[in-house]
């Protein structure tokens, strides 16, 4: 007489194997909010321990350029676009370069499977990690502005505006360095586009639009964050245009919404690969 295991009976296999299959199941995925509330405050605090070095350099960076600025341009429109250009680079230099090299190294690293093994929606991981880089921009933001107006003696007024300008430009450059990073088959390449990128805005963002050949004047309306330089820059005049203020802040959060869809795609694409 012969013993048969219970686990070998074509029953008890079905059972076995339906109790690891229950088993193994996920539990529900994160609600989208809740989930890019936690990649936020994790990405802020892991940006503000590695990238405080870097934001100064962003800064100091900005504040160079105006004071070399400043021996060729004295006043006027030309000021206004000085520090609007250069308040907003030092955004570009964060949410865009940097944001690029970090997903470029965390496809390159294989950390993105890491994210792809939790129940966080794709769109949780871009948009925290987009927010948290933007965020890290206002105090370097806020001290070239105000440098920048002590400098070329432009008012104070208005500056509460880049309330709207920091998160609406951030989230555009953040979108795009992000979409950089995970479609930049390895890190040196996106690396390189994030640099190519912050130089763009420093080009056409900083220098004044008016002394730019046609086609290059082309080039600074295709690039997301001449919007919040523009928005920016009405503000200096002794009466604002708001109309136009409101006009380049919703352009730019436009441009922002769809950079960072294409982040969110280009995240699964690269999670899935």
Do not use: K
């Not at 299959?21 to 405050?41: D, I, N, Q, S, T």
């Amino acid at each position: 007489m012969s013993v048969v295991p219970a686990e070998v009976l074509p029953g008890s296999a079905l059972a076995v194997e339906e109790t690891v299959r229950e088993a193994a199941e996920l539990g529900p995925r994160a609600r989208l909010w809740p989930a890019l509330a936690a990649v936020y405050r994790a990405q802020l605090s892991r940006a503000r321990v590695a990238r405080i070095p870097l934001l100064f350099v962003a800064t100091f960076q900005s504040i160079g350029i105006m004071i070399l600025m400043r021996g060729v341009v004295d006043g006027g429109g030309e000021a206004q676009a000085v520090v609007a250009g250069s308040s907003v680079l030092v955004v570009a230099f964060v949410a865009l370069n940097l944001l690029a090299q970090y997903f470029g190294q965390l496809r390159a690293s294989g950390g993105l499977d890491h994210y792809a093994t939790l129940p966080v929606p794709p769109a949780a991981v871009v948009l925290g990690a987009a927010g948290a880089y933007a965020s890290f921009t206002v105090p370097g933001t806020v001290v070239t502005a105000v440098f920048g107006c002590v400098l070329f003696g432009l008012p104070f007024a208005h500056l509460w505006v880049l309330i709207a300008v920091i998160p609406l430009a951030g989230a555009a450059l953040a979108g795009l360095g992000a979409a950089l990073g995970l479609l930049a088959p390895r890190p040196e390449l996106a690396t390189l586009l994030g640099q190519l990128g912050m130089s763009a805005a420093l080009l056409l963002g900083v220098l004044p639009a008016d002394r730019m050949p046609e086609a290059v004047r082309f080039a600074r309306d295709l690039l997301p964050s001449t919007y919040g330089v523009e928005a920016f820059a009405r503000t200096f005049g002794p009466d604002p245009d708001w109309a136009f203020v409101l006009g380049d802040l919703a352009v730019c959060g436009v441009v922002g919404v769809v950079s960072l869809a294409v982040a969110t795609w280009a995240y699964r694409r690269a999670a899935v690969r």
